[in-house]
């Protein structure tokens, strides 16, 4: 079955560090692939997206993704995270433009 | 953990007809629900924020006699999708909230209209 994994759950840390989060989804052919954010008490937020060409993605506030096909994977990434990052962010996967699949969200905590 | 059930999965129906969409959250209350469309090779769109006991609240650009929503319990919102379209063809999903933090979507409702 489709599906999309997000490796964990809460991450929590501290302003300046740097963030990865990881995401991987199975097999299924063509792909589109997406990052959402969810800040506390918001809706859903695009940061990037990845469609085809360059595998390297950037996004908004300084986000970026990186496709990597052999390893069914799109990990995002900031190099230095601010307190105002502290939200939920979901991977979601696009199988041959099929439905929307998410993962399970991963909480990230920042502190001051 | 949370679950939130959106039905039916798919729809077909003829244009003109109505169609009306289902999201519960199961085992939690959820003062805020969001219903998003997506379409072909596109990211989510928000169309209309619904709280419980009042009324949507919908984004710029989405009819509101068009999408009809009502969050009638805590566990409970519909869309119904009225005089539909071929246009309207897309993909629903809505998303549930107990509090002000995590949010739960629902597997998705894949309209076609014929």
């Known amino acids: 079955a489709q599906s999309v994994s997000q490796h964990n759950h809460h991450v929590i840390l501290s302003e300046a560090a740097s963030l990865e989060l990881g995401c991987n989804y199975s097999?299924?052919?063509?792909?589109?692939l997406f990052w959402y954010v969810q800040y506390p008490g918001q809706h859903l937020q695009l940061l990037l997206k990845?469609?085809?060409?360059?595998?390297l993605v950037k996004g908004i506030k300084g986000f970026e993704a990186e496709f990597i096909k052999s390893k069914f994977s799109f990990n995002l990434r900031k190099p230095s995270v601010q307190w105002s990052d502290t939200a939920e962010y979901f991977c979601?996967?696009?199988?041959?433009?099929?439905?929307?699949?998410f993962g399970k969200g991963t909480k990230l905590s920042v502190k001051p | 953990g949370a679950v939130v059930s959106q039905h039916p999965s798919w729809v077909i129906c003829k244009s003109g007809t109505s169609v009306k969409i289902e999201c519960r959250s199961l085992?939690?209350?959820?003062?805020?629900m969001f219903w998003y469309r997506q379409f072909p090779k596109q990211s989510l769109m928000l169309m209309a924020t619904s709280n419980e006991g009042s009324k949507a609240t919908y984004e710029q650009g989405v009819e509101k006699d068009k999408f009809l929503i009502n969050h009638a319990s805590l566990t409970l919102s519909t869309l119904t999708v009225t005089s539909a379209h071929p246009e309207d063809s897309s993909f629903y999903i809505c998303s549930a909230r107990p509090g002000i933090t995590e949010a739960f979507f629902g597997q998705g409702t894949r309209l076609t209209v014929v």
């Open positions: 990845y469609f085809s060409g360059d595998p």
């Open positions: 085992d939690f209350q959820a003062t805020t």
């Open positions: 097999y299924g052919g063509t792909v589109n």
């Open positions: 979601a996967v696009n199988y041959d433009q099929g439905n929307l699949i």
